[in-house]
């Protein structure tokens, strides 16, 4: 196996383990959990996928999730969502039984115009137990082998097959999830949709050091438009949805990886490792070395 270079940025697949790449709009893949972990050891490594979100099923066994410096501990049976970005690892108990489902987000997005109540699912990674549910994990045991056997047909309409397969286990993960239909507007759409490009572009010049003007700028909106929306959709200014992403971008740094404080200060784009320790201070409460020290230990 590949040894990990300690200083790396965490490390971003496609598949884990697999070069990333841009993934088709209709894109899904499942596999069981046994599949992949057991050539790891059962135990995956923090990394990130961009522009897939994944829901896992597990039916027996257990183990532990990692999210960003989070860390959940889950015994079968359970639902488990990741957003596409974030940082996540598993240490899965051995011959643990499952299914790990991998979309692209362009179909979340589309399946979750058709139904709201879809539209919470990956707003953060959630950890939801069935055992208070058996008919929603027996649900979930029909249709995830169905979805599995759908993808590796050739028959005719299975695009539509797997859409509508895979719209069942949303389902299901929305009501284990207990996340209530949501109703919103045109003109809250909009806005949303400004802001989710608004992310977009920090996750592709997070480094650059660039400032709200600039995103503003390179959005085609004014810095007043981007703030209104901003506010509206969550509750925070421009500046601070970009000072957020930052300090989430320096603690995973400062969790997964074994650059100092001053090199992911350089990393992140501040040129000057004080104004970075200052800037770790005032946003965590705490400084990045004694940040580093908690979530190690």
């Not at 589309?110 to 208070?132: K, N, Q, V, W």
Request: hydrophobic share 45%; proline share 6%; charged share 25%.
């Amino acid at each position: 196996m590949q040894a990990i270079d300690p200083h790396a940025p965490v490390p971003r697949f496609f598949l884990y383990g697999e070069p990333p790449r841009d993934p088709d709009e209709r894109f899904v893949h499942v596999e069981t959990i046994a599949d992949r972990s057991r050539l790891y050891d059962w135990h995956i490594r923090p990394h990130g996928h961009r522009e897939l979100h994944q829901v896992l099923v597990i039916f027996s066994g257990g183990g532990e999730m990692r999210a960003e410096t989070q860390r959940e501990s889950f015994q079968a049976p359970v639902l488990l969502t990741v957003p596409a970005g974030v940082v996540h690892g598993f240490v899965f108990f051995p011959e643990t039984e499952g299914y790990v489902v991998t979309f692209a987000e362009a179909l979340f997005r589309r399946l979750a115009r058709e139904e709201p109540a879809f539209r919470p699912l990956f707003m953060a990674s959630r950890c939801a137990s069935l055992a208070g549910d058996p008919e929603q994990e027996q649900d979930l045991a029909d249709a995830l082998p169905r979805l599995r056997r759908e993808l590796a047909w050739q028959a005719p309409a299975s695009t539509a097959a797997v859409a509508a397969r895979l719209s069942t286990i949303l389902v299901s993960a929305a009501r284990a999830l207990h996340q209530p239909e949501i109703t919103v507007s045109e003109a809250w759409n909009a806005r949303a949709a400004l802001v989710a490009r608004f992310r977009e572009k920090m996750e592709a010049h997070l480094r650059m050091g660039l400032t709200v003007t600039q995103y503003a700028k390179a959005l085609n909106v004014t810095r007043a438009r981007l703030r209104a929306a901003c506010l509206e959709v969550t509750g925070k200014p421009p500046v601070r949805v970009l000072e957020e992403r930052l300090l989430l971008e320096a603690k995973r740094t400062l969790t997964y990886t074994n650059m100092t404080v001053a090199e992911t200060g350089y990393y992140l784009g501040f040129g000057d490792p004080a104004y970075f320790s200052r800037f770790f201070r005032k946003l965590a409460g705490e400084s990045a070395a004694a940040f580093r020290k908690r979530v190690t230990s």
